[in-house]
């Protein structure tokens, strides 16, 4: 079977010459043409194949055959925009509803977690009648134009911060500002949020919302301490504003005991709006926003119609369906406990014979590798990270990747089939490459 018809080198003159610069290949110092896919395994064009901890948005493993049938099936039965009447956007709507809090009853079906996240801002606008928008240091949520003004991550290398946008402290209990040994870090970082607010008043501006990521990721693979979330979305909803959970990175079964990492915060908490993307699709372009009844409300009231020509379409509302029935027949969240577990495990003791490792976190399979030059000060080993990620693809085909404020957090948010022996495999060559790093002083 040939496997493709130009050879990388032409493949690689090409995008240079037709593809946008700044749209930037994994490994772009040599990249991996991968051709060909299945499960949680990648294949390039001499059909050597990689491991894959890097592909959270194909969810259920790629090229799922339940997933490319129920896509072929309906595709040639019939695919349109959502304003004709059809049963596949109502029954995946009843689907995702029956896995949220009871007044999380309202979708709307866009095409890609930006679409979603700028929908939400809009719905939070209209709902509210504020402008100002509370975001975490470092976030990231998207590529729009509305999205770059509320992620740090972006505007900071770019025209700066807008007036209406504030920046809280991210919750990071091992570098942040409040750490493991604080006696209850969730309030201490929620007071944070509840100190801007009041500063935000005092400038005579009003809040919109407080938007954020359940678990952010460009920002190190952070978990929330406990009660952060339920103290924050108290103190924004008394100043007027709504709370936006940021599940595109993080949904459907990733962190294993849930499916929402939202959730991970307690039954008690529930935000007014969420938004879902990546991997509601397992690579098909499939994104959501699910909302209240009271902000769809005061969203309809302003008499402008909202038309969105591909989302919630019936052949990626198939896709969708299919997925939800692969992560319950298959039981990824139960794998992604037990998996997740196991990775976290053998990581956590490799720190114990790797001083470079300085912290090891997460839940589920969304696990961050954290490596300084110094334990006490947790210096960043940034370059050592990016070595480690470029020997993995190159002496044992394994595709990882870095994340964090400082690229220093080597990241696993795999497919969700990934298994207990990818998990040994990886780790086991991880401590490899630190053992020869060390022995030869790198």
Same mark, same amino acid.
């Given at each position: 079977?040939? !496997?493709?018809?130009?050879?990388?080198?032409? =493949?690689?003159? +090409?995008?240079?010459?037709?593809?946008?610069?700044?749209?930037?290949?994994?490994?772009?110092?040599?990249?991996? %043409?991968?051709?060909?896919?299945?499960?949680?395994?990648?294949?390039?064009?001499?059909?050597?194949?990689?491991?894959?901890?890097?592909?959270? $948005?194909?969810?259920?493993?790629?090229?799922?055959?339940?997933?490319?049938?129920?896509?072929?099936?309906?595709?040639?039965?019939?695919?349109?925009?959502?304003?004709?009447?059809?049963?596949?956007? $109502?029954?995946?709507?009843?689907? !995702?509803?029956?896995?949220?809090?009871?007044? !999380?009853?309202?979708?709307?079906?866009?095409?890609?977690?930006?679409?979603?996240? /700028?929908?939400? &801002?809009? +719905?939070?606008?209209?709902?509210?009648?504020?402008? *100002?928008?509370?975001?975490?240091?470092?976030?990231?949520?998207?590529?729009?134009?509305?999205?770059? /003004?509320?992620?740090?991550?972006?505007?900071?290398?770019? #025209?700066?911060?807008?007036?209406?946008?504030?920046?809280?402290?991210?919750?990071?209990?091992?570098?942040?500002?409040?750490?493991?040994?604080?006696?209850?870090?969730?309030?201490?970082?929620? *007071?944070?949020?509840?100190?801007?607010?009041?500063?935000?008043?005092?400038?005579?501006?009003?809040?919109?919302?407080?938007?954020?990521?359940?678990?952010?990721?460009?920002?190190?693979?952070?978990?929330?301490?406990?009660?952060?979330?339920?103290?924050?979305?108290?103190?924004?909803?008394?100043?007027?504003?709504?709370?936006?959970?940021?599940?595109?990175?993080?949904?459907? @079964?990733?962190?294993?005991?849930?499916?929402?990492?939202?959730? &991970?915060?307690?039954?008690?908490?529930?935000? /007014?709006?969420?938004?879902?993307?990546?991997?509601?699709?397992?690579?098909?372009? +499939?994104?959501?926003?699910?909302?209240?009844?009271?902000? #769809?409300?005061?969203?309809?009231?302003?008499?402008?119609?909202?038309?969105? =020509?591909?989302?919630?379409?019936?052949?990626?509302?198939?896709? @969708?369906?299919? $997925?939800?029935?692969?992560?319950?027949?298959? *039981?990824?969240?139960?794998?992604?406990?037990?998996?997740?577990?196991?990775?976290?495990?053998?990581?956590?003791?490799?720190?114990?014979?790797?001083?470079?490792?300085?912290?090891?976190?997460?839940?589920? &399979?969304?696990?961050?590798?954290?490596?300084?030059?110094?334990?006490?000060?947790?210096?960043?080993?940034?370059?050592?990270? #990016?070595?480690?990620?470029?020997? +993995? %693809?190159?002496?044992?085909?394994?595709?990882?990747?870095? *994340?964090?404020?400082?690229?220093?957090?080597?990241?696993? %948010?795999?497919?969700?089939?990934?298994?207990?022996? /990818?998990?040994?495999? =990886?780790?086991?060559?991880?401590?490899?490459? !630190?053992?020869?790093?060390?022995?030869?002083?790198?």
């Amino acid at each position: 079977m040939a !496997l493709g018809k130009l050879r990388k080198e032409e =493949t690689l003159v +090409l995008r240079k010459k037709l593809i946008g610069q700044s749209c930037r290949l994994f490994y772009s110092e040599d990249p991996v %043409k991968i051709v060909k896919a299945r499960g949680q395994f990648l294949f390039d064009e001499n059909g050597k194949r990689y491991l894959d901890c890097i592909s959270n $948005v194909q969810h259920v493993g790629h090229c799922h055959p339940s997933i490319t049938k129920a896509a072929s099936a309906q595709m040639d039965l019939l695919n349109t925009n959502s304003r004709f009447l059809h049963d596949n956007i $109502v029954m995946y709507a009843d689907r !995702l509803a029956a896995t949220l809090p009871e007044k !999380l009853c309202v979708f709307y079906f866009v095409n890609s977690g930006s679409e979603a996240n /700028d929908l939400a &801002l809009r +719905l939070a606008h209209q709902y509210t009648q504020h402008e *100002d928008v509370i975001v975490l240091d470092h976030a990231y949520h998207g590529h729009l134009m509305s999205l770059i /003004d509320i992620s740090p991550y972006k505007f900071r290398k770019l #025209a700066g911060k807008k007036e209406w946008v504030h920046v809280a402290p991210l919750p990071d209990t091992y570098r942040g500002i409040y750490r493991e040994d604080h006696p209850n870090p969730g309030q201490a970082y929620a *007071d944070t949020v509840k100190h801007l607010i009041e500063e935000v008043h005092r400038d005579g501006r009003k809040i919109s919302a407080f938007f954020a990521e359940s678990l952010p990721s460009v920002g190190g693979q952070i978990i929330f301490p406990q009660g952060y979330s339920t103290k924050v979305a108290e103190y924004v909803r008394s100043a007027g504003g709504v709370f936006v959970a940021d599940e595109v990175q993080t949904g459907f @079964g990733r962190v294993g005991s849930h499916f929402w990492a939202f959730q &991970l915060q307690g039954e008690g908490f529930c935000p /007014d709006i969420v938004t879902m993307g990546k991997p509601m699709g397992n690579g098909h372009p +499939l994104a959501c926003v699910a909302t209240t009844v009271e902000i #769809a409300g005061a969203f309809t009231a302003n008499g402008v119609e909202y038309f969105n =020509t591909f989302g919630g379409n019936p052949v990626s509302c198939a896709i @969708g369906l299919a $997925v939800l029935d692969v992560i319950e027949e298959e *039981d990824l969240k139960g794998n992604a406990t037990r998996v997740g577990a196991h990775l976290k495990d053998l990581l956590t003791k490799l720190q114990s014979r790797h001083q470079i490792i300085g912290d090891v976190r997460g839940v589920g &399979l969304f696990v961050g590798l954290e490596l300084v030059t110094d334990r006490e000060q947790k210096t960043p080993a940034t370059e050592t990270a #990016a070595l480690v990620v470029r020997r +993995l %693809k190159e002496e044992d085909n394994i595709c990882v990747s870095t *994340d964090g404020p400082w690229e220093s957090v080597i990241k696993f %948010k795999p497919p969700m089939c990934f298994s207990m022996d /990818d998990a040994e495999l =990886t780790v086991k060559c991880i401590d490899r490459i !630190l053992t020869d790093m060390e022995a030869r002083d790198i």
